[in-house]
């Protein structure tokens, strides 16, 4: 069996952050809103990149809430990056398409964990991913969300080649390849050999070889005539 993961421990937010965290989903949204449109900003204050991720992980995993909560984030990437406003800039990335490919990425994330709309929408979990690496296609995080999708549906093919692309883009250095590799120890699926997704063994030197010494020839080393 898998080991426990240790808990993920709960990041510093800010106080309207903890706020949004411990009411649900009903209470943060509008009823009369459709869902990208349903996160009640007036009364919670503008979403936050960092609040939203903190959503996602398995310290408060609220995926419902984050679903309306993303769509609130993403409408800041364009009016706010590249500058020190970008929802996503205290992760790095300081471009509007890093922005809104990094949201879509926890969109695709959030549809595929929820566990308050059955069955599963795949599809649409799968269209947030495409769209986060049309718009960035070294995301790394989402060429492995979007193989862990794959694994999910047991689609093999599919899988392979999503995990292929994320060590091409991405190297077998990268924390989401360990990670995605490690979602397909969890499978039933037999992880692929695929070489791009384990580092070159390093050649070892080949040593020259000892040189035999040369011996004298003298002439007590010469047998006596007879």
């Known amino acids: 069996p898998a080991p426990t993961p240790a808990p993920t421990p709960r990041p510093t937010l800010s106080a309207a952050c ?9 209470q943060i949204t509008l009823s009369d809103q459709d869902e990208e449109a349903s996160y009640d900003s007036d009364t919670y204050g503008h979403a936050t990149y960092e609040c939203a991720l903190a959503m996602t992980t398995s310290a408060y995993e609220q995926f419902d809430k984050a679903v309306p909560y993303l769509w609130c984030v ?43 709309v059955v069955p599963t929408d795949f599809a649409l979990a799968e269209s947030y991913y495409r769209d986060a690496l049309a718009l960035w296609d070294t995301n790394c995080g989402a060429w492995g969300y979007l193989t862990e999708l794959y694994i999910q549906q047991a689609n093999a093919s599919a899988a392979e080649s999503a995990l292929a692309s994320l060590c091409d ?23 692929p050999d695929v070489a791009a997704c384990y580092p ?27």
Do not use: F, Q
């Not at 706020?19 to 009903?26: D, I």
């Not at 063994?201 to 020839?217: E, M, V």
């Open 74 to 116: 993403i409408g800041h990437c364009a009016e706010r990056c590249p500058g020190d406003g970008c929802p996503t800039a205290g992760a790095g990335l300081a471009s509007a398409d890093e922005c809104e490919s990094a949201v879509l990425n926890l969109l695709g994330y959030a549809t595929r964990k929820r566990v308050d």
């Open 169 to 191: 883009a991405c190297g077998a250095s990268d924390s989401a390849v360990a990670t995605t590799l490690a979602y397909y120890e969890t499978s039933t699926l037999t992880t």
């Open 200 to 226: 070159a063994p390093t050649a070892s030197p080949i040593a020259s070889p000892t040189a035999r010494p040369i011996l004298a020839l003298t002439h007590s080393a010469v047998p006596a005539a007879r």
């Open 18 to 26: 903890d706020t949004v965290l411990a009411l649900n989903y009903s």
